[in-house]
């Protein structure tokens, strides 16, 4: 929610809160398979919201692919809590 507030700083705080959520390695799949890989490993919620920060407002591809991952996250929160 921070996140699209927008409130980069509170949101990274939460996401250094939640720590390695069960739902990162399949967002991971999901963004890439949508074109959108990030640097490392593993997904880094704190690399996302940087992302999505210098993005913010350009109204470009890049930030509609960030909406779209933001969209397959909030659809794997929604499935991990049912």
Known sequence: ???????AWNSKYWWKRVGMHPIF???AERAARLG????GSHWDPLQFVDDVETSRGNNNDHERL???VQHEEL????LASC
């Open 1 to 7: 929610m921070h996140r699209r507030e927008p409130d």
């Open 25 to 27: 390695p399949e967002l």
């Open 36 to 39: 959108y890989v990030q640097r």
């Open 66 to 68: 960030l909406e779209a």
């Open 75 to 78: 659809m794997l929160v929604v």
